[in-house]
């Protein structure tokens, strides 16, 4: 199993562009997130997906969207990018059966707004 | 203040000093979870716990609900230990939502 794979690893973006980070997992999980991870901060969840068809949002949803069509794919759409976005987002996955699930994070993508 | 704080911020060892990361939480939890997450790498999930005391090789992470805080212990550290150790919890009534420390950075010399 690949776990949970991330793409682009790295982007460079100019303001006002938009992107696709794309987030895959072959575990048969059902819960999904999107995290952005800042410098000296902890991890905050953007939108999180307990489903396919199911998204919900986090913490700091704003300028983000994200869709869940299957059960392995999460992409988190980025619309206007802005400085304040330059971050380095991880995609995980969880069983979402029983309680207290461990989530396994992808390698991670980092993006650099100008 | 964050609902979860870890302390110290920056840890540096020398190798084979046995090492004590802390995690104080200020909300009701489900489980707590304790990560790795080595320079430029991924994110790997250690223990998950909601009592007691879980031992993986020379990892060792306790939990005292009560006094809401945790411990992850190494012993006989090595320069391979070097990474940032974060805590993260279940809390408000969630199984699957997480609330992250800012994590804690270790550096083991040799």
């Known amino acids: 199993n690949a776990g949970v794979t991330q793409t682009p690893k790295f982007r460079i973006l100019k303001i006002g562009q938009s992107m696709t980070l794309q987030c895959t997992q072959d575990?048969?999980?059902?819960?999904m997130y999107w995290y952005r991870q800042d410098p000296g901060m902890g991890l905050k969840l953007i939108y999180y997906?307990?489903?396919?068809?199911?998204?919900d949002k986090g913490e700091v949803p704003n300028g983000y969207n994200v869709s869940r069509s299957t059960t392995e794919d999460f992409p988190l759409r980025l619309e206007l990018a802005a400085p304040s976005q330059t971050s380095v987002y991880f995609c995980?996955?969880?069983?979402?059966?029983?309680?207290?699930?461990?989530?396994?994070f992808g390698p991670g993508t980092r993006l650099t707004v100008l | 203040k964050n609902e979860v704080e870890q302390s110290p911020q920056n840890l540096t060892a020398q190798e084979g000093e046995f090492i004590t990361i802390n995690c104080s939480y200020s909300?009701?939890?489900?489980?707590l979870h304790w990560l790795q997450q080595h320079p430029g790498g991924g994110i790997v999930s250690l223990f998950m716990?909601?009592?007691g005391k879980k031992k993986h090789g020379r990892l060792i992470a306790t939990i005292n609900i009560q006094e809401k805080h945790s411990s992850l212990h190494i012993t006989a550290s090595h320069p391979r230990d070097s990474a940032v150790y974060i805590c993260a919890v279940n809390s408000g009534g969630s199984n699957y939502k997480l609330t992250f420390g800012k994590g804690t950075l270790l550096t083991v010399n040799p």
């Open positions: 716990l909601s009592s």
């Open positions: 997906s307990v489903g396919a068809g199911i998204t």
């Open positions: 909300v009701g939890i489900s489980a």
């Open positions: 575990m048969n999980h059902n819960y």
């Open positions: 995980a996955s969880s069983p979402g059966q029983g309680h207290y699930n461990e989530q396994f």
